[in-house]
């Protein structure tokens, strides 16, 4: 079984910095894309960024050039660096692993269950 566990949520103020992280665990051979999504109070869930197990990235554009988001294949781990960050940044934060190929399957999708980050001053 995959699990995928999030961390470095939390409270921070409108311009401050969060780093989340994200480790998938399990009998993984390989991911193919990890990458973070959010949902805001009433809204629906939107990508935020993915990068794929080569390195290339996609960002939302209203995070553009204010968060990165990287990976350690090694680790099966995704982290995104979050800074300048906004009050409407505010939302729950989820990680995805797509393409996960393990001892009995392959091709699958997971999420994390997910950590709150709020920009508030």
């Known amino acids: 079984q995959v699990q995928l566990v999030e961390s470095g949520g939390g409270l921070v103020q409108p311009g401050g910095s969060l780093r989340l992280s994200c480790a998938a665990s399990g009998k993984i051979f390989s991911i193919n894309g990890m990458g973070w999504y959010r949902q805001a109070p009433g809204k629906e869930r939107e990508l935020v960024a993915v990068?794929?197990?080569?390195?290339?990235?996609n960002y939302a554009d209203s995070v553009k050039g204010r968060f990165t988001i990287s990976r350690d294949n090694a680790k099966n781990t995704v982290y995104l660096q979050m800074n300048s960050l906004k009050p409407e940044d505010t939302a729950v934060y989820y990680c995805n692993a797509d393409g996960v190929a393990t001892l009995i399957n392959a091709g699958m999708n997971y999420w994390g269950k997910g950590t709150l980050v709020t920009v508030s001053s």
């Open positions: 990068i794929t197990s080569g390195g290339r990235t």
